[in-house]
């Protein structure tokens, strides 16, 4: 009886200490690191550049870094995107197309994904290239976002996020991604 009564406390702490430190993450003031003065939304990018491998997205201005986001991919993350539902996102440079504001992600960027070269890829193998690739906000329950690759292709951020991203990218960006 004793060893139940402890594992049961044990699996009590350890669930506390889960949502503590989920609450202390997304509910957390953001930190700013370049000072009191620096002020993201004055920012706009000319560059974005994700690294699928290493989970980052990184904004750029005049070859000079904005600033740098952890991200998850689609369920089926490593590879470059062949048809539709492969679960894999995109490699290869890009542009952002639209801002949608109206997003069931919060908010998005559209990517012109597939461009030329995925269609003519697709078409060679037979395949439906797929479409419909954003940078968006995270799911309604936030830890899908912490803790797995769970878009369909996609590059998902939390909201505050893609807040910040929405502002800063105008269409026309180049976006590079890489594996």
């Known amino acids: 009886m004793l060893k139940i009564r402890n594992v049961k406390i044990k699996k009590r702490v350890f669930f506390s200490k889960l949502l503590l430190f989920t609450s202390f993450f997304l509910f957390s003031p953001k930190i700013n690191l370049y000072g009191k003065d620096f002020i993201f939304k004055n920012q706009k990018a000319d560059l974005v550049v994700i690294w699928k491998s290493k989970r980052k997205l990184s904004l750029f201005s005049k070859n ?16 470059h995107k062949q048809k539709e539902g492969d679960g894999k996102t995109p490699e290869g440079k890009y542009h952002i197309t639209h801002h949608n504001p109206k997003s069931a992600y919060h908010l998005s960027l559209g990517i012109n994904y597939p461009n030329k070269k995925d269609k003519m890829n697709a078409i060679k193998m037979g395949y439906d290239a797929g479409g419909n690739i954003f940078i968006h906000g995270g799911p309604k329950n936030f830890l899908t976002q912490i803790f797995i690759d769970w878009t369909k292709g996609c590059v998902a951020v939390f909201n505050h996020e893609i807040e910040e991203i929405y502002k800063m990218v105008p269409d026309g960006t180049a976006v590079y991604i890489y594996s």
């Open 64 to 79: 000079k870094h904005i600033k740098t986001y952890n991200i998850k991919l689609g369920f089926n993350p490593v590879g």
